[in-house]
């Protein structure tokens, strides 16, 4: 499942971020850069690595814009797989824990 | 790897995993009473219920559950393992064995066999642990019928309570986290393009221990340019855990061609340079896999993160009893991992590819044997340069030929191990009580000889159980121990491996015997037989002495079967038997089929080669040595006793009349039935070791001929089948497409 667009400038993560989601979320992206964007994490139910690698490609790449990329109701497992990975899920930055 | 290669793997883990528990409940069986064999009989039925979860077996998940229950109370002192609780054990074993065989090749194992041994396991559970029960969560007698009804373990009342006390874990687990390992993890793209996923397995590593990480995202590049499906993330890992290293890499095992990945014990100083602050995951809402926590065999744990077929309630059902159940056996295993780990690193191979590799070095010593042949003929004194050096490439060519033929080596003790089963199970059905004892089964062969000696060895131990070991009143009627002994012994000895299966029953009864070959019109009424050829008569073919045909033995196609078999193998088996005190048959079997030492002869012009285990001694007969003896019998006389002479060439048909004794050479050769004949060939080319070739697969089979090879000249000779001449010369003629010219 792809990720949807909820409303203007959100992007609903699917529930299962997996290797197929990866390009469908980079697409989804791509088409709202330019914008402040807020990811409703609020499904999320697994979480795969290159998905966290389109999420953190595009925090940094929102950052470099100078346009906000906000992470909200981040779901219990999205956080804790972020967590195990070595991510902040809040700054979408490496993170030694 | 896809998911068939990974149950694949798994099978064969059980097979291992089955051989394990077996032969660890065999020790106990024998008073071993070492906490590391029950152990290891426990670890055993948990890694193959573990794996099992993970393709979703539930059979076997439940009935592997069952009995890895009733041997944790062994485990924990509350179960003493007497002969009694051993027996259902042993029988479990055999069920779980079945239910891993079914779940590979299909069909199922039958219910009521599995219900009954459900009940009996339980039984031994609560029986004999009270008090166990009481402190359980739930009542164990409760949960019993549940799991006795329902097999599959989809519902949580079909698991008994696993009665352990966890004293030491979870709140201690300082204790038991010695090791601290830098991991240095960075999948590849076709990591996940495999469907493995480098969070999971970085799940599992943190369930080890005490995870710290810090992910490298230096290649990651613009959003824009990136590939999603690329792999841009890596890892540096410190885990503190109880694991050793191959545990630690075990989690990567079927990663670990995607991926570049170090793993390594800390030093003091990269904790100062890369400080890290362990952080204690609560992984609950991860878990979406089989809850396997370090679990005992962590290479399925891999398969089951990206099997989707698992069922989430296997996963409930077992979880909480596991995590639990899997820390005590990792503190058991933290014991054990040295002697574990000293065991040895093996690899799996092809068979295939071992079996090309033996065909090339065959090529090679062909080939080697030619090129000496070839200077040899240029270099009559033998000394130049090239003639040394070539002696030295026949000493590692000889080398590299023992050391691959090592590879294909392997102990008996897998097959020995499926005899003890057979003993049990034909006891079981005739009511006799038969211990059986093995030894040597660490002696190595070839492993296609230990292939194929399974099926004669279950025949003749189904034989022993049925016929050989009398009824225990009639072993008490004869001041027998009413339990009778099989022993089963395998040793090596001059280039062979010898296999003896002794009985201490009855014996042969030859009265019996003879008249059932009379009656079946297998010898003439009147014949005059010794004790040793009266024995033998059970190898005739379509004999049988069971007067009423059992299920287990006696339809009459037995002992001639196994001797066939046993002769393809190119090796003899022979009975010797003592009245009333049992037999012993003997085996003897080349360890290796590839490669023989051999005689090189001529008879007749033509070249032929004579395995050189069969030869006891040459000699040049003196014509005062030869008598004749009727018609066509020639005896040579040797050190005062009289031995047939048999010509080669004559029983070959390769020439018409016999040729004189005086002008040849006397090979003194063994029979199987350990009588002796001298076989005349014409002159000895030599001794060497010559690789077989099957005629059967490249030609015909071809009687009195055992195989083909090719010489230093390239020229092919026949090696003799010296038990078919023998036979062939005590009047039993070898068939008439047997006349052949042999190949040049």
């Keep these: ?97 | 790897m896809d998911m068939n290669e990974i149950k694949e793997i798994f099978f064969q883990e059980c097979e291992e995993q089955l051989a394990e528990l077996e032969s660890g409940l065999l020790k106990l069986n024998d008073g071993d009473r070492d906490p590391e064999t029950v152990n290891a009989v426990f670890r055993a039925v948990h890694s193959i219920k573990g794996g099992a979860g993970a393709f979703g077996l539930d059979d076997l998940v439940a009935f592997a559950h069952v009995f890895e229950t009733t041997l944790d109370c062994v485990r924990s002192n509350k179960l003493e393992p007497n002969q009694d609780v051993l027996k259902v054990m042993l029988k479990s074993a055999d069920v779980l064995a079945d239910l891993v065989t079914c779940s590979r090749d299909g069909g199922s194992v039958e219910e009521s066999r599995t219900k009954t041994l459900v009940k009996e396991l339980e039984a031994l559970a609560n029986g004999e642990m009270p008090s166990a029960a009481a402190e359980a969560p739930k009542p164990a007698a409760k949960a019993a019928p549940a799991a006795a009804a329902a097999p599959a373990p989809t519902d949580d009342s079909g698991f008994q309570p696993i009665p352990f006390t966890f004293d030491g874990f979870g709140g201690d687990e300082e204790a038991v986290l010695g090791n601290v390992f830098d991991i240095s993890f960075k999948p590849t793209r076709e990591l996940y393009s495999k469907g493995n996923e480098a969070a999971l397995l970085l799940r599992d590593l943190s369930r080890l221990g005490e995870m710290s990480i810090a992910c490298d995202m230096d290649t990651l590049p613009a959003f824009e340019s990136m590939d999603p499906e690329a792999s841009y993330f890596g890892w540096k890992i410190s885990l503190k855990t109880a694991k050793s290293e191959d545990e630690v890499r075990a989690v990567f095992e079927f990663a670990e061609w995607d991926c570049e990945l170090d793993v390594k014990p800390a030093e003091a100083s990269e904790d100062e340079e890369q400080p890290m602050v362990p952080v204690p995951f609560d992984l609950s809402a991860l878990d979406d896999g089989p809850a396997e926590p370090a679990a005992p065999a962590p290479a399925v744990v891999a398969a089951a993160e990206t099997a989707s077929n698992v069922t989430k309630a296997v996963a409930a059902a077992v979880e909480k009893k596991e995590s639990a159940a899997a820390a005590a056996a990792a503190a058991a295993q933290n014991n054990a991992a040295a002697a574990a780990a000293s065991a040895g690193q093996t690899i799996r191979v092809d068979l295939d590819r071992v079996d090309r590799l033996i065909n090339l070095v065959g090529e090679l010593v062909i080939n080697q044997a030619m090129l000496s042949q070839s200077v040899i003929e240029n270099d009559a004194t033998g000394t130049s340069a090239v003639n040394m050096g070539l002696e030295e490439l026949q000493q590692l060519t000889r080398e590299i030929q023992d050391s691959v033929m090592a590879i294909r080596a392997q102990p008996v003790k897998p097959v020995f191990q499926r005899m003890s089963r057979i003993v049990r199970e034909v006891a079981d059905m005739v009511g006799k009580q038969i211990r059986l004892v093995t030894e040597g089964e660490n002696t190595e062969v070839d492993k296609t000889v230990i292939d194929k000696i399974a099926e004669p060895l279950t025949h003749m131990i189904r034989n022993a159980v049925d016929h050989g070991i009398e009824s225990p009143e009639k072993r008490e009627a004869a001041g027998k121990d009413p339990e009778g002994t099989i022993k089963l012994s395998a040793k090596h000895r001059s280039g062979r491996i010898l296999i003896e299966l002794q009985d201490d029953g009855g014996g042969i009864n030859r009265e019996r015997v003879k008249q059932k070959a009379i009656d079946n019109d297998l010898i003439a009424p009147d014949a005059n037989l010794t004790d040793e050829e009266i024995d033998n008569l059970i190898f005739a073919p379509g004999f049988s002495t069971a007067d009423q045909i059992s299920d287990i033995s006696g339809r009459g196609v037995g002992m001639d079967v196994v001797k066939r078999s046993i002769q393809a193998l190119g090796g003899r088996i022979s009975i010797s038997s003592k009245p009333g005190q049992g037999s012993i048959f003997t085996m003897s079997l080349p360890l290796t089929l590839a490669v023989l030492d051999g005689m090189v002869v001529t008879v007749a012009g033509q070249t032929l080669v004579v395995p050189l285990t069969a030869i006891v001694e040459t000699l040049q007969p003196e014509a005062s040595a030869i008598h004749s003896f009727g018609a066509t019998q020639r005896l040579i006389s040797i050190r005062n006793s009289f031995c047939p002479l048999v010509d080669v060439g004559r029983i070959l048909n390769f020439r018409s009349t016999q040729a004189n004794p005086v002008e040849g050479v006397a090979l003194l050769v063994e029979s199987e039935g350990g009588g002796q004949r001298a076989l005349m060939v014409d002159a000895i080319q030599g001794q060497r070791q010559v690789v077989i070739k099957s005629l059967e697969a490249n030609y015909t089979h071809v009687p009195g001929i055992a195989a083909a090879t090719i010489l230093g000249d390239g020229r092919v000779a026949l090696i003799l089948d010296v038990d078919a001449v023998v036979a062939a010369s005590r009047g039993q003629s070898l068939k008439p497409e047997m006349s052949l010219a042999a190949t040049g």
């Design chain 1, 1 to 97: 499942m792809a990720a949807k667009k909820a409303a203007s400038g959100t992007v609903a993560l699917a529930p299962v971020l997996d290797l197929n989601e990866a390009s469908a979320l980079h697409g989804k992206l791509m088409t709202m850069r330019g914008s402040d964007i807020v990811i409703d994490a609020s499904a999320v139910e697994r979480v795969g690595v290159q998905c966290a690698q389109v999420l953190v490609a595009g925090a940094a790449a929102w950052q470099a814009d100078k346009k906000s990329f906000m992470i909200e109701k981040a779901s219990d497992a999205f956080e804790k797989t972020m967590q195990l990975i070595g991510i902040d899920p809040d700054k979408m930055v490496a993170k030694e824990i």
